[in-house]
């Protein structure tokens, strides 16, 4: 994913993330789009996405998981930077 236009953002999720399936939910969105990386849960209750893709790819990614989860979510912080071209697939880490 190091071609141009690829890139990667992190984004933390807030609110009530955990338990209720967001990752399982997420990994199964990340299916269907062009999308590679990885979520997780963060000790301090919060659930973390770090994806590449294209822009756009990753914008539609970001729409499931709004509509699918809006209902878990407070809030949410956002970070673009560079593609680093290391994930292969999506998983969940724990």
């Keep these: 994913m190091s071609e141009s ?30 999308v590679t990386g990885f979520v997780r849960n963060l000790p301090d209750g919060r659930a973390q996405v770090v994806v590449e893709g294209s822009p756009r790819e990753i914008d539609n990614f970001l729409d499931g998981i709004r509509q699918e989860m809006s209902h878990y979510i407070r809030t949410t912080r956002q970070t673009t930077l560079p593609a680093t071209g290391r994930f292969h697939g999506f998983e969940i880490r724990h």
């Design 5 to 34: 236009g690829q890139q990667q953002r992190e984004i933390c999720f807030a609110g009530h993330v955990q338990g209720v399936g967001f990752r399982y939910t997420v990994r199964s969105l990340a299916a269907g789009f062009e």
